[in-house]
């Protein structure tokens, strides 16, 4: 694979079973990408080395999923001028959700992280493509392309269901 | 100014007042932007024009404010393949802001709306620099800068609470 | 069937479980209506469609069904003079059903949506009937019978119970 | 003023601020209406007489509003085969509103409360008026007009804002 | 057994599983008591004739369970000068229980309902001996027999994990 | 006066300006009554002493204020077989009241709080009087005749409103 | 074992599955530890007594985990000077862990309790060692083993997933 | 003064007005102690800094105080092994300070923050005595002392309040 554009990270291995779908996505859209586990708690020195070589190895977006009191999009968005979407997971420790989504999106005025829904890994793969997609054709052919699949399966379903 | 590469809309003019933050970080920033009126639900033509148009007129980000059942950021999203901006507006009819939170937040699979803090509208300004920023050298060191006047009015700060 | 005089719509064929029970209700009230999906954010465009001409087709109530950040019954109020009625899904990205209920309910003034119970479709049905049942003296006496049968279950219960 | 179409009530004349906004929106779309105090708690007897008696005095919507554990608009739907749109009114004893919502929009399957926004009286004066607009073409134009206001409203926004 | 002194009432019969915890403890405190349905939204007359006629027949407290929207606890106590104490039930229309809670606690001024915890119909059983305890001698002495009951238990346990 | 009958306690001070309701209402109903400071946190030794011998004082009822991590009803309900009232104070510490009212209302099975609404101190009064009514008839019909009253002051408003 | 430096409490042996993680976190760090029942409300005079007597007999630092309206971490701290660790536990009767986590956390000015994070028992076992190990250099050099341990597992779920 | 035991940071020096009651706490119990501005992401490398040589300076309890997205108490947590209290500050982009509380309080297993209330900073003020008080018996005895004032406070209330 050619040098990724992407970097996803978690805080945890649990976490992947939800930040696969990003992943996912983003082969679909043929867009390189990395997958890796960095604990903003456990390993705080390598997620100060990870966000601060980011802009230097070529990474576009950063996809940073946490789950509970999470630290780890906020903390790199701190560390890096990339933009860095952030996933909060339900995880085992969390309280409903509302813990990941609430320590992931109310960051302070000048360090933003791009939040998508609570488990929303596929978002944050898409909204990447987004980000890659308003500079690279191809990619932006790619996402008009899946936004017609989302309205075909629609339509397909509405044949079955008014049937 | 040359032509506008992000596109600021809200859904209401009593949200300029919270929405005006992510203008004055762009001119800080020296990116080109638009401002403009789109409702989501009194001028739903209008949000469908404006959505449709928006890659084709050059614009890279869209930034989109609203309030209470806030759905304009998720609808404009459903029809662009932009990155798409959200900023929860607390509005004068928000039940604690909560509303506009989760009806920007919690999109369905497919369409991610790109959500910042209540009434984070600076962070949604600097989010786009984020986006814009790392295909654009200019407004990267634009952003690298801007951390480290955070960072000096931190020191700062320090050395009067220390003395 | 006659002309449909309801229209049931959801956002996606996973919502069709709770939808169904809207429909169960309305044959039991013998008024005619059809059930099709319409989602915001995979079809707006056929959204936009489908409610701009349901008065011309006769519709008197709309039942929009939607969970998470759920913009249908907003965004089909916004195009439509008749009666829209929000059924919040507790659907599986949603959390706790907060987030549907919320983006349906807490609509801007001048454009409301009648939002019943989180997966209340029932509710939904009956509440057309009662719409209809205001200017149709047929189903009003079906609404009666209807209130009579809740009575008469709640008595044969009290007599179980206390012997 | 002719016979009331439309019985707006609510459970205190503390409630009247915020209600009002139901009768100014019938007097603009000229649906004759009445308004009074009708309290589940405190006159429990006159709140079964009077939601007994209105489909026979020819009220086609009874619009209720109240606050804290807000029990009017569920008991009225229980005592009449109308729609009764339920009013959440953020009084002074409630708890952010969460109590108005939720003891008016959780009904129980059976017995459905069209509920609006927390103090949103002058949607439930629109839908009052979408539901007779169904029936009644001069209601029906009426609200088209409202539509275009509201849009227009918007459109000289945007010209102030954009100049 | 002897008049009831406690009338146990719920709205539905599918509230009994959570609701015979009061009927349970009553005959622990040999207390009499009575059990029926009486359901606000279903039978609202019969709930006017229960609630109206308690005191004449020697009812000393009335304990009302119900969920969701739950107005039969407030609408009770809206008719009648006895103490009633509320059980907020987790129906399964409920959101995680919070409308159960609210519409039962949150009572205007005028009119207190003396909630418990949710499902909490043990301890609504225990209430109603606490207040006839309060001038029934017997009552209090098998209070204080529970309470060392509860005590013990404890203690029990206490051997078993200290061992 | 007479010896109290009820109990009035409070965390602190503090809460005297929502607690003095309670007072008033006893005053009306010519309860006797006894008001106090006894603060599980700053004198736990006296709230053991206070609600070990208020049975012994002839003491019927407890009315117990406290907001925060509120633990003066339940400890003191843990002490007593009396009836205890909780009213639930949005103190300044307070997040909006929800810890006030859960960590009264939410006992564990065995010790009950008759908890009232938040910042219901006059309802507290109220329900005393109803406990204490159930065996006075004094108190009794003193209790008819207010919910006279509250009926009276309804129609009163009626008269101005409909005129 | 030495005599005990952690008391751990807790209301109900049903806490036990929740709190025995706090014990072999003590264990591990090879910290002396006592672990017992004291239930604040079914016990209360030997809840006293053992808060009273725990600096006499060398304990340091005190865990107490208790759920629902949560007592016993504050009345613990209402009777000693030692440090208080709460674990909110997320009992069954406990609203999503709620009551438990604010009946814990939102002690009034003057009596602290050191809470952690819902079912947080291995955290508190860990932090009564990050006190005791601010005066022991054995436990703080155990804590850094425990760090790196922590960081290790972290770089090997790296390798395995970038593999 | 002599070398500090106690730092307290803060994210900004707008946090210094809830914060500055940490310190007067420590001041009245003669503890020694210092005061800075440490942000975990305007200067994630100071903050990474700070607790890493925290130790090693002679401090045996790090406070920390942050509002909205707060990172601060958890990241420091993870980079020391001293005990860390938490302090939620309700900032003014802060939810209501839900997300203060919940990103403090919800930290993964491994490290716990002493979470303390909402603009609780005495109390940690108190808890940092608490700890060292174990170890200290001038602090211990301070403790004692200050219990015995806030005892005395109360008991003065009720000569004012019953007289």
Request: hydrophobic content about 45%; overall charge negative.
């Amino acid at each position: 694979m050619s040098n990724p554009l992407v970097g996803i990270i978690m805080g945890s291995d649990s976490d992947l079973k939800v930040m696969s779908a990003a992943a996912e996505i983003l082969e679909k859209f043929e867009i390189p990408f990395e997958v890796t586990i960095v604990s903003a708690h456990r390993t705080p020195h390598r997620m100060v080395e990870y966000a601060g070589q980011a802009v230097g190895r070529g990474i576009k977006v950063i996809i940073a999923g946490a789950g509970g009191a999470a630290h780890l999009p906020g903390m790199v968005a701190s560390l890096t001028t990339l933009p860095v979407i952030g996933v909060p997971v339900k995880s085992s420790n969390s309280i409903d959700g509302w813990d990941s989504v609430l320590s992931i999106l109310q960051m302070p005025s000048g360090i933003p992280v791009a939040t998508v829904a609570l488990n929303g890994a596929a978002n944050a793969g898409i909204l990447a493509a987004n980000i890659i997609g308003a500079y690279d054709e191809h990619v932006s052919n790619k996402l008009s392309e899946y936004k017609q699949e989302l309205s075909d399966k629609v339509l397909t379903a509405v044949d079955k269901i008014e049937r």
